[in-house]
Antibody, heavy 117, light 108 residues
Framework: QVQLQESGPGLVKPSETLSLTCTISGGSISSYYWSWIRQPAGKGLEWIGR???????HYNPSLKSRVTMSVDTSKNQFSLTLSSVTAADTAVYYCARGKNAGRFDPWGQGTLVTVSS | DIQMTQSPSSLSASVGDRVTITCQAS??????LNWYQQKPGKAPKLLIY???NLETGVPSRFSGSGSGTDFTFTISSLQPEDFATYYC??????????FGPGTKLDIK
């Protein structure tokens, strides 16, 4: 079955750019939207945005000015960059597949990113 | 934006209990609602989609109902592995997705 795995630095300095990659195994990146979702410690889930194989992207308006997502079909990966980070961006970041318009399944295991100097 | 609320925010129950969680949308979302279970340190897991459809492989003690603005998630007979946090999620106004604040279910 399809499995997702996030990777990237666990520590990012304030004002710098957070970069994460999600690698898909057991299936193709084609024909689905691929999303990033984050969760600050002890808090709820926030959808960051999604990317399609064509490169089409949709972002959460609250983060849109700082977010970029892309797809690398040759590596079966998609990526997230979040610029000008602050402590408020500290969270566990999940990647997830979008199914049938609105469902997220499966999810990656999540990766903790801490913003600190 | 569509806002989601859940009640209660936390709930204590015993094995074998019937448990109900409600989710309310700030506007009509028809049946565009999913339910997830999240255990500590783990990613959320999809349980119910389109308000009332059981995801493949999910035990039948889980169920969902509702449409419009009011939705209900029920566990008919709590099992030890069900103690977790549950989130609703709307997808009516694509491509904007929002989650409810969660309901933490723990052991009484």
């Amino acid at each position: 079955q399809v499995q997702l795995q996030e990777s990237g630095p666990g520590l990012v300095k304030p004002s710098e750019t957070l970069s994460l990659t999600c690698t898909i195994s057991g299936g193709s990146i084609s024909s689905y939207y691929w999303s990033w979702i984050r969760q600050p410690a002890g808090k709820g889930l926030e959808w960051i945005g999604r990317v399609y194989i064509s490169g089409t992207t949709h972002y959460n308006p609250s983060l849109k000015s700082r977010v970029t997502m892309s797809v690398d079909t040759s590596k079966n990966q998609f990526s997230l960059t979040l610029s000008s980070v602050t402590a408020a961006d500290t969270a566990v970041y999940y990647c997830a597949r979008g199914k049938n318009a609105g469902r997220f399944d499966p999810w990656g295991q999540g990766t903790l990113v801490t913003v600190s100097s | 934006d569509i806002q989601m609320t859940q009640s209660p925010s936390s709930l204590s129950a015993s094995v074998g209990d019937r448990v109900t969680i409600t989710c309310q949308a700030s506007q009509d979302i028809t049946n565009s609602l999913n339910w997830y279970q999240q255990k500590p340190g783990k990613a959320p897991k999809l349980l119910i989609y389109d308000a009332s459809n059981l995801e493949t492989g999910v035990p039948s003690r889980f169920s969902g109902s509702g449409s419009g603005t009011d939705f209900t998630f029920t566990i008919s007979s709590l099992q030890p592995e069900d103690f977790a946090t549950y989130y609703c999620q709307q997808y009516d106004n694509l491509p904007r997705f929002t989650f409810g604040p969660g309901t933490k279910l723990d052991i009484k």
